[in-house]
Structures are given as structure tokens and as C-alpha cells.
């Protein structure tokens, strides 16, 4: 069935964009975390104590990950509101362009390409 117009879903982006802004919100929390939790070469016993050293690269690995994480959904969750408000004015202009084109009792529309 065609839809009789169409409009960007900008109440949908917008949520969206709140929803990775929790997700943002939780991984800071967890950024935040990682300094209260250290691992001590006592925590691996007397038999293992070669894995801190074996695994301290990929917990860094893993803490830059965490660190770029959390910038990156704040970033994303700023450029989906921007992206959002911009394509809902877009929108509302373009239609009342249309309108008003179509009230004018013009035969050619001028649309913009």
C-alpha cells in the first residue's frame, strides 16, 4: 500500500539518539570502575605468576577500547539530535514548499534537486 506522503521519523532518531546516550552513560560508569580494580601478581598464585605480564597488553587493548567507547557514543549520540532536527526542518520546509505550490494554482512545481 503507497503512503499518501512521507516523513522523516525524527521522534524515532531522537529516542535513539537517548538510548545510546544511556549505553554511553552505563560504559562511563564502567570506565570509571576500571580504577578501583587492579590486579595484583599475588591474584594469579605462586604457580602463574608470568599471566599478569601475558595479559597486561591485552587488558590495555581492552581499557583504550573502553576509553574510545564512551567518546564515541556520546559523539554519535550528538551527531543523531543534530542529524534529527536538521532533516525534521528540511522536511517541514519542503513541505510546505510543496503546498504552497500546490496552492498557488501553478501547473509546474519547482523542487529543488
Known amino acids: ?14 529516542r535513539h539518539a537517548g ?6 552513560h552505563a560504559m562511563g560508569l564502567a570506565r570509571s570502575a576500571v580504577h578501583e580494580v587492579t590486579m595484583d601478581r ?6 602463574c605468576q608470568f599471566l599478569p605480564a601475558i595479559l ?3 587488558f590495555d587493548l581492552g581499557l583504550d577500547a573502553l576509553y574510545s567507547s564512551v567518546d564515541v557514543l556520546s559523539e554519535t549520540a550528538a551527531n543523531l539530535r543534530t542529524t534529527a532536527e536538521s532533516m525534521s526542518a528540511t522536511d517541514a520546509a519542503s513541505g510546505q514548499r510543496i503546498t ?7 501547473e509546474a512545481m519547482e523542487l529543488p534537486l
Do not use: N, T
Not at 1 to 14: L, R, T
Not at 19 to 24: A, I
Open 100 to 106: 504552497r505550490a500546490g496552492d498557488s494554482g501553478r
Open 19 to 24: 538510548s545510546v546516550e544511556q549505553v554511553g
Open 56 to 58: 597486561s597488553p591485552v
Open 1 to 14: 500500500m503507497a503512503a499518501d506522503h512521507v516523513q522523516f521519523p525524527g521522534a524515532m532518531v531522537e
Open 42 to 47: 599475588g591474584a594469579c598464585g605462586q604457580l
